[in-house]
């Protein structure tokens, strides 16, 4: 029974650290495809006409930051509600510019490609928070910290009638923490060791500090 027990800890373990990690790399491949996203509006936006085109430079740029804000903070906490509430707000400013940009120049193609990868900005917004509130089940995790004290305990007790050393179940109960410990960990994305990292976006804001590498069309 304490084999059986042990084993079943094991698969139970190996089931809640498979649904951490997936999660956690689905957070970094929303990070990334927000980041390439933002990216190609930001240069697509250098193609429109002015005013739009500087105003829409601007406000992706506060953009960015907002995304950035997201990474940082604690999923489903006020700050994170706050963070896209001010993404939408952004949101609605760059559809209006882009609307106008369509009604200035209707058979132009820029301002339909950038229309276009702006629709795709904002549906990574809703990815990104879906991501970083999808968290591993509370089931799941108290189930784990149930079975792997059960065995522990019944381990312990075992081996003390048996008046053997206790140095297995120390072992046992050090790897299971640990496991444990890696499972929580990843589950929390903007806390802990283990944390999505905001580097793309980062590094994108950075090159937005650079002139913008298209000059604005010229009027016919």
Request: glycine share 4%; proline share 6%.
């Given at each position: 029974?304490?084999?059986?027990?042990?084993?079943?800890?094991g698969l139970v373990l190996a089931f809640g650290l498979a649904l951490a990690v997936g999660r956690y790399e689905s957070r970094r491949d929303a990070v990334v495809n927000d980041a390439n996203a933002i990216g190609t509006t930001y240069l697509r936006a250098q193609t429109l006409a002015e005013p739009m085109r500087t105003r829409s430079l601007e406000l992706l740029v506060r953009y960015?930051?907002?995304?950035?804000?997201l990474s940082r903070a604690v999923p489903t906490s006020a700050a994170q509600r706050q963070a896209v509430a001010d993404g939408q707000k952004l949101q609605g400013q760059l559809w209006g510019l882009a609307g106008q940009a369509l009604a200035d120049a209707p058979v132009?193609?820029?301002?339909r490609l950038y229309v276009e990868t702006l629709n795709e900005m904002i549906d990574m917004q809703t990815v990104r928070v879906a991501a970083l509130n999808n968290r591993v089940p509370g089931a799941v995790l108290a189930v784990e910290v149930t079975f792997?004290?059960?065995a522990l305990g019944l381990l312990g007790f075992y081996l003390a009638i048996l008046g053997r050393s206790v140095l297995p179940v120390l072992l046992a109960a050090g790897l299971i923490s640990l496991l444990l410990l890696?499972?929580?960990?990843?589950?929390?994305?903007?806390?802990g060791l283990i944390r999505v990292p905001a580097t793309p976006l980062t590094n994108l804001r950075a090159s937005m500090d650079l002139p913008p590498a298209a000059s604005a069309p010229s009027k016919p």
């Open positions: 029974m304490q084999a059986a027990l042990l084993g079943l800890v960015t930051d907002t995304s950035i804000r132009a193609s820029a301002p792997a004290a059960v890696v499972t929580f960990d990843l589950d929390r994305p903007t806390r």
